[in-house]
């Protein structure tokens, strides 16, 4: 039998969880340790948002400090994981006919090393990112997900990065244990469900949640990398949540795992 590394789609929330020890962060190091040791990491970021399908192709990703106004320790931190061009040509072969293109700009944005400084500490794994492409509906990112399914089965961890609830707006940042707002906790908690049933058309078709979809997700960059997840999920495979909580009312935590 094929042995299938898991996916998992992790909530970032704020990037000073780089530098946090908390629930959060203690819950991606507990991941770290329990998955098999992946021979490279696929990442698709709510930050590498783009009008088309690209993905780094760099030996050398340089780490994206993609954020202002926070301390100086954080844009201080480096995670200084390799590349793979071997991935990239890899990924770009699979998602025949969309056109990707190989990108040697960017490297790894705060929703990759900020999380994955907590879950591979060492930074000795190679990591490729893919972009998410702006100009295509939700079912297009769906579809790509699929189409990376072999990637699992080479021993290729692919994670998503995002948060499935995120509203900035909404957001009360450091003013202690603020109660999730009633909509999150509803839009969470129907997610949920639908991911512990195998139901993927409503979690795909999002915006027909209605009100709460809407304050949810206001934007869909957040959400879509949850996507990609759900499509390498195959049939009656186990979900789990190791991580959970919603950070400042608004930001779900919530971490998807997928074997």
Same mark, same amino acid.
């Given at each position: 039998?094929?042995?299938?590394?898991?996916?998992?789609?992790?909530?970032?929330?704020?990037?000073?969880?780089?530098?946090?020890?908390?629930?959060?962060?203690?819950?991606?190091?507990?991941?770290?340790?329990?998955?098999?040791?992946?021979?490279?990491?696929?990442?698709?970021?709510? /930050?590498?948002?783009? @009008?088309?399908?690209?993905?780094?192709?760099?030996?050398?990703?340089?780490?994206? /400090?993609?954020?202002?106004?926070? @301390?100086?320790?954080?844009?201080?931190?480096?995670?200084?994981?390799?590349?793979?061009?071997?991935?990239?040509?890899?990924?770009?072969?699979?998602?025949?006919?969309?056109?990707?293109?190989?990108?040697?700009?960017?490297?790894?944005?705060?929703?990759?090393?900020?999380?994955?400084?907590?879950?591979?500490?060492?930074?000795?794994?190679?990591?490729?990112?893919?972009?998410?492409?702006?100009?295509? @509906?939700?079912?297009?990112?769906?579809?790509?997900?699929?189409?990376?399914?072999?990637?699992?089965?080479?021993?290729?961890?692919?994670?998503?990065?995002?948060?499935?609830?995120?509203?900035?707006?909404?957001?009360?940042?450091?003013?202690?244990?603020?109660? @999730?707002?009633?909509?999150?906790?509803?839009?969470?908690?129907?997610?949920?469900?639908?991911?512990?049933?195998?139901?993927?058309?409503?979690?795909?078709?999002?915006?027909?949640?209605?009100?709460?979809?809407?304050?949810?997700?206001?934007?869909?960059?957040?959400?879509?990398?949850?996507?990609?997840?759900?499509?390498?999920?195959?049939?009656?495979?186990?979900?789990?949540?190791?991580?959970?909580?919603?950070?400042?009312?608004?930001?779900?935590?919530?971490?998807?795992?997928?074997?």
């Amino acid at each position: 039998m094929i042995s299938l590394m898991p996916t998992i789609f992790f909530g970032h929330g704020n990037p000073m969880n780089a530098l946090s020890k908390n629930s959060y962060t203690e819950g991606w190091a507990s991941i770290g340790k329990s998955i098999p040791r992946p021979k490279a990491v696929l990442a698709v970021s709510a /930050h590498w948002y783009i @009008p088309y399908c690209a993905v780094t192709s760099n030996l050398n990703p340089r780490t994206i /400090h993609d954020f202002v106004g926070f @301390p100086k320790e954080l844009y201080q931190i480096e995670y200084p994981a390799p590349g793979s061009r071997e991935l990239a040509l890899r990924v770009k072969d699979l998602l025949v006919p969309v056109a990707v293109s190989l990108d040697e700009g960017w490297g790894l944005d705060h929703g990759t090393w900020s999380v994955l400084k907590h879950v591979f500490p060492k930074a000795d794994i190679p990591i490729v990112q893919l972009s998410i492409d702006e100009t295509q @509906p939700p079912s297009f990112h769906y579809e790509l997900g699929k189409r990376l399914a072999s990637l699992r089965e080479a021993g290729v961890l692919i994670i998503g990065s995002g948060n499935i609830v995120h509203n900035l707006s909404a957001c009360s940042w450091g003013e202690g244990d603020v109660q @999730p707002f009633d909509w999150a906790v509803r839009f969470e908690e129907h997610a949920r469900e639908l991911l512990l049933k195998g139901d993927d058309a409503p979690l795909v078709n999002y915006q027909s949640f209605g009100r709460d979809a809407m304050l949810s997700a206001p934007t869909p960059e957040h959400y879509l990398p949850l996507l990609y997840v759900l499509g390498l999920r195959r049939k009656k495979e186990k979900v789990s949540f190791p991580v959970q909580g919603v950070d400042g009312g608004s930001i779900s935590m919530l971490a998807v795992q997928i074997g």
